[in-house]
């Protein structure tokens, strides 16, 4: 199984970085995107772990400790890829 983010999750994750960066927390900022990476990295051996999305057809993972929440499509069995659509932080609306 491999783990893909889509060029707007990337952007996400970015805008996130620079946040904290902006606030001079980049040492939360940092402890944040490595758990956002790491709940990814999950998704490797457990694509089925979150729950049902809101969208048919995606799930939701929380990410462990933070506020945040991936949301991800599985493609078909034959298909070894996972796409990572949004990273929200949960007080956003989606």
């Not at 970015?14 to 998704?43: C, Q, V």
């Not at 048919?56 to 949301?71: A, C, F, M, N, Q």
């Not at 659509?85 to 956003?92: K, M, R, T």
Request: charged letters at 30%.
């Amino acid at each position: 199984m491999r783990v893909r983010y889509s060029i707007r999750a990337r952007i996400q994750i970015e805008t996130i970085g620079d946040f904290f960066k902006s606030i001079d927390a980049s040492e939360a900022g940092t402890e944040i995107l490595r758990r956002i990476k790491h709940a990814g990295e999950k998704l490797v051996d457990f694509p089925e772990v979150g729950r049902l999305g809101v969208v048919e057809g995606t799930r939701e993972l929380s990410v462990k400790g933070i506020p945040y929440l991936l949301v991800y499509e599985q493609f078909p069995e034959d298909s070894d890829q996972i796409i990572i659509l949004n990273v929200w932080h949960c007080s956003q609306e989606h």
